[in-house]
């Protein structure tokens, strides 16, 4: 059974930061893409960042430059360090991978659909 739990989320004023953090047990994740996905309330899921095993790295427009991902594959966490954060960052965010190793294209890994695995997510709120 793999497990992905999230942690490190809260409330937040707005410039300020958070780091959170994603532990998978159940199974090894050394060379799977690990990737994290916010939902803010009434929209959609949408992608944030994801990390190859090498580590190589996405991140979504509205986060690049705030936000950066990074991975302990020896504890088998990845991270999501979230700086200068702003009111539309509240959402719910999660934590996903994959059963393949493969280390896709953008438009590929930023796909809800192309994770198996998906933890049960931690609110970020950030107030103005």
């Known amino acids: 059974q793999v497990q992905l739990v999230e942690s490190g989320g809260g409330l937040v004023q707005t410039g300020g930061s958070l780091t959170l953090s994603c532990a998978a047990s159940?199974?090894?994740?050394?060379?799977?893409?690990m990737a994290w996905f916010r939902q803010a309330p009434g929209k959609e899921r949408e992608f944030v960042a994801a990390?190859?095993?090498?580590?190589?790295?996405y991140y979504a427009d509205s986060v690049k430059g705030r936000f950066a991902i990074s991975r302990d594959n020896a504890k088998n966490t990845v991270y999501l360090r979230m700086a200068s954060l702003k009111p539309e960052d509240t959402a719910i965010y999660y934590c996903?991978?994959?059963?393949?190793?493969?280390?896709?294209?953008?438009?590929?890994?930023?796909?809800?659909?192309?994770?198996?695995?998906w933890g049960q997510g931690t609110q970020v709120a950030v107030s103005s």
């Open positions: 159940g199974r090894t994740f050394n060379k799977q893409p």
């Open positions: 990390i190859s095993w090498t580590p190589l790295t």
């Open positions: 996903a991978t994959k059963k393949s190793e493969a280390w896709l294209t953008y438009y590929s890994t930023s796909r809800s659909g192309a994770y198996d695995y």
